[in-house]
């Protein structure tokens, strides 16, 4: 239990700082931090499929966000102050109170399901999977797309 | 603790950061939250229900979040680069300052 706490303190901290933050590499750190704990908590949710697929994307997701935060940052990017920082650090301690003391009252049906995450991927989402499939493409193809008009108009 | 509070805490960070901040990576940063935010229900109440199901949505809804955020991210650098802009009131003001015949083709696009 005390494992989950300090999980969900640390997301809520890295989640304030990632906005908070001025300069966009801290930002894009903090986003990463948050990424690592929540797959940590999906590990501890019994999800290990979720968490490894959350770990990967956050890795790619934080890789690409530090290239582009670093090709896109002017030299004359304002500093996140200590006093500023201080202030975050008091607004995520506050936000993260009611996520330790609250509660909602929540009505979940436990029944054990005799499926795989295999059998539920590909038997019974599998047109979704493929419908996925070509969502990437389609958005592989725009990125390419759109970086090669930027290169043809130079 | 309850994951719905923690779900709920983080996506309201993400909402205030897209609300509040202009910066194009911020803003992107903020939907990241919000996406995130979301895919946690998906798998903390398939835990909660030991249903696989759970862990399938959201392994579907990471990849989508994923193509999304890749095709903002060349967007936004394609618009830094073309008009060395990261704030999205500037792009705006851009755009009312365009003549109209301009504004029109910025439209149709």
Redesign the interface.
């Known amino acids: 239990?005390w494992f989950?706490?300090v999980l969900?303190i640390g997301?809520?901290t890295s989640?304030?700082f990632?906005?908070y933050l001025k300069e966009?590499v801290s930002?894009?750190l903090s986003?990463s931090t948050?990424?690592i704990l929540?797959s940590m908590?999906?590990f501890s949710?019994?999800?290990p499929?979720?968490a490894i697929?959350?770990l990967a994307?956050g890795t790619?997701?934080a890789a690409?966000?530090l290239l582009?935060?670093d090709?896109?940052t002017?030299k004359s990017d304002a500093k996140t102050s200590t006093k500023t920082k201080f202030v975050g650090l008091i607004a995520s301690a506050i936000?993260s109170v009611?996520?330790?003391v609250?509660?909602?009252a929540?009505q979940?049906?436990?029944?054990?399901?005799d499926?795989?995450?295999s059998s539920?991927?590909w038997d019974?989402?599998a047109i979704?999977?493929l419908a996925?499939g070509l969502?990437?493409l389609?958005?592989?193809l725009?990125?390419v797309i759109?970086?090669k008009?930027?290169r043809r108009?130079k | 603790?309850?994951y719905?509070?923690?779900s709920v805490?983080?996506l309201a960070?993400?909402i205030?950061?897209l609300v509040?901040?202009h910066?194009?990576?911020?803003m992107?940063?903020?939907i990241?939250?919000i996406t995130?935010a979301a895919?946690?229900n998906?798998?903390?109440?398939?835990?909660?229900?030991?249903?696989?199901?759970?862990?399938?949505?959201?392994?579907?809804a990471?990849?989508?979040?994923?193509?999304?955020?890749?095709?903002a991210?060349?967007?936004?650098?394609?618009v830094?680069?073309?008009l060395n802009i990261?704030d999205v009131r500037e792009l705006s003001e851009i755009k009312e300052e365009l003549p109209q015949e301009e504004n029109r083709t910025v439209e149709e696009n």
């Not at chain 1, 979940?108 to 399901?113: D, G, H, I, L, Q």
């Open positions: 239990m989950e706490t969900a997301m809520v989640a304030v990632a906005i966009t930002s894009v986003l948050m990424m929540l908590l999906y949710l019994n999800a499929f979720a697929f959350q994307l790619g997701t690409i966000f582009a935060g090709t896109l002017k936000l009611p996520v330790i609250g509660t909602v929540t979940t049906v436990t029944r054990s399901f499926l795989s995450l539920a991927l019974l989402r979704d999977v996925q969502v990437v389609t958005a592989a725009g990125v759109l970086l008009e930027e108009q | 603790m309850d719905i509070i923690l805490t983080i960070i993400g205030v950061g509040t901040k910066d194009l990576i911020k992107l940063i903020a990241e939250m995130a895919t946690m998906f798998v903390v109440f398939g835990s909660l229900m030991e249903n696989p199901l759970g862990q399938a949505f959201s392994i579907l990471l990849s989508v979040d994923a193509c999304v955020t890749a095709v991210l060349a967007l936004a650098i394609s830094f680069k073309k990261r």
